[in-house]
């Protein structure tokens, strides 16, 4: 541990405010919802301060929209909500990822379906990955399991969006945005990325018009579109995804687990390993790509794997794709808002004993 | 060694303060920790709790379910977390508000009149801190210099009647 680093003492939702406004995020629109919503005050508080934009918009559908307009400018702009606010705005991240413009989008979820609750949750997985709106498209999915990882997977999500042109989202959940935990914030830093060729910036009579749109009524046109985009698909898969491997090189059974869950699951690992069964954690910090080839070195030795979440069971689908089924893939979760606690972890990995 | 704190009570007592100064207690001391508030609809008057870890290696799961030492402020948190303290593990009680006394023997029990103390002394709302004293005295988890200067950092300058009246009640505690 570096003893110069100043460490400060923040709530998960605050230090990823700070450090959007220091990876030079210059709008900031939402609509409060709990559990995350001092990520909102925190931004009405520093954006002016910053010359940036704060908006507290009339609806979660409105504020998305502003992040599309805004970021078709060029600019970093973001939103934040939790679940049934982030069900609100699929139409308009649907829409930033046919019109190719980068933005962030936080999901401090909480528990669903509906309504649902205001604890923490990670039952919105399978939308984050799968099905972030209609049509053919992904987004980034960045998964922190810190505060500290709130904070660093800011810059990063911008600039991968930039990169290739399509929105993030950070999933994160109620327990991260509400905890606080010693965090090293960043140094400020500014987009590298050169927005000139598509920017809708102002032509000033010196360069065409760049449109931003989404229409397209000829399917030709259309379908080489959204071709062009999954050779994009392609190069982020081969290229940016990231996970965590802890214990893993002797371990017989491997929990697979991402944000508040993987930090449950990994005090059950060392509870195992304490009493002499060789557990391991594949922790995936991308969600979308899914760090597919990092699980399978993970697994190498497993003779099984346990999946742990706060949902009914969702990244199980793409743990078992990853490895082709090819090793039993069990699961414990809790859902509704209730927290795994790493004695039931540990139970259950026990009752795999006879597997092992 | 990780230590986890489970501080609960009613919403309006200083439990999330007091666990506050506990997490800043850790960040001087340059420990790894973790502070989870339960949130929700919960008011004065309502009940409201928080989770504190300390170690010296990064924390797992940061909700407290088995705490190391719990800290009772209201007859409810008594009844529902006493049990939940690990063997060998300490309870601080607000005698003035809880009435039942512990059956268990494997843990060790403080029971202190915190409210009556912080109105008889004019440190209205300063159970917290006189339960926090107590902690330190017990478990010396913490030394007063740490808890002093944890202080100074969460609360204000501009408030030095709160500093000065924090670290009386702290004193208060200690002294039992």
């Known amino acids: ?356 | 060694m990780t230590t986890e704190i489970l501080l609960a009570g009613f919403g309006g007592q200083g439990v999330l303060f007091a666990g506050k100064i506990l997490a800043y207690c850790a960040l001087t001391d340059g420990k790894e920790l973790s502070w989870l508030p339960s949130y929700g609809p919960e008011m004065r008057g309502g009940t409201a709790n928080c989770s504190v870890c300390v170690s010296d290696e990064p924390i797992g799961s940061p909700l407290v379910t088995a705490p190391d030492i719990l800290v009772a402020m209201n007859q409810p948190s008594f009844d529902k977390f006493i049990n939940a303290v690990k063997p060998n593990g300490f309870a601080f009680i607000d005698s003035s508000l809880v009435e039942s006394k512990c059956e268990r023997k494997d843990i060790s029990c403080y029971y202190l009149p915190s409210t009556s103390m912080a109105n008889e002394n004019g440190l209205q709302g300063g159970s917290n801190m006189i339960l926090l004293g107590k902690i330190i005295k017990e478990t010396k988890i913490f030394t007063l210099d740490t808890v002093k200067k944890a202080i100074e950092k969460v609360v204000p300058p501009t408030k030095e009647k709160l500093i000065k009246n924090n670290f009386k009640a702290i004193e208060l505690g200690m002294n039992e």
């Not at chain 1, 979660?60 to 060029?74: P, Q, Y």
């Not at chain 1, 982030?86 to 649907?94: D, R, W």
């Not at chain 1, 669903?112 to 972030?132: N, V």
């Open chain 1, 1 to 356: 541990m570096l003893e110069k680093i100043e460490r400060n003492l923040m709530k998960g939702n605050e230090a990823l405010a700070e450090s959007a406004i220091r990876a030079d995020c210059k709008c900031f629109f939402g609509y409060p919802i709990t559990p995350q919503t001092e990520l909102a005050a925190y931004m009405a508080k520093r954006m002016p301060k910053v010359n940036g934009v704060f908006l507290q918009a009339e609806s979660e559908i409105a504020a998305i929209n502003m992040v599309l307009g805004a970021a078709s400018t060029g600019v970093r702009a973001m939103t934040s909500s939790s679940s049934p606010g982030i069900s609100l705005k699929s139409e308009g991240i649907s829409y930033l990822a046919a019109s190719d413009v980068p933005a962030l989008i936080v999901n401090v979820q909480r528990g669903g379906p509906g309504l649902g609750g205001i604890q923490p949750s990670q039952a919105d997985y399978w939308q984050a990955t799968r099905a972030m709106g209609h049509g053919d498209f992904h987004i980034l999915v960045f998964a922190p399991a810190s505060v500290q990882e709130m904070v660093d997977m800011v810059p990063k999500a911008f600039d991968t969006a930039e990169k290739y042109r399509m929105p993030a989202m950070l999933l994160a959940d109620g327990l991260l945005g509400q905890m606080m935990e010693p965090v090293s914030l960043p140094e400020p830093s500014k987009s590298k990325c050169d927005k000139s060729g598509w920017a809708a910036d102002g032509h000033k009579f010196k360069r065409p018009h760049h449109i931003i749109n989404s229409l397209y009524l000829q399917p030709d046109d259309l379908e080489k579109l959204v071709v062009e985009r999954f050779k994009r698909y392609e190069t982020v898969k081969a290229n940016e995804t990231d996970a965590e491997l802890y214990l893993t090189e002797d371990c017989d059974i491997l929990l697979c687990a991402y944000g508040a869950s993987a930090r449950v699951a990994k005090t059950a690992v060392n509870m195992a390993r304490k009493i002499g069964i060789k557990a391991g954690l594949f922790r995936p910090k991308t969600l979308y790509p899914f760090p597919v080839n990092e699980l399978n070195e993970a697994a190498k030795t497993a003779k099984c794997l346990l999946d742990v979440e706060m949902s009914m069971g969702q990244m199980i689908d793409d743990v078992k794709l990853a490895i082709n089924c090819s090793k039993p893939v069990h699961f414990y979760g809790r859902t509704g808002g209730a927290i795994p606690v790493p004695a039931d972890v540990l139970e259950k990995i026990k009752t795999l004993g006879g597997e092992l």
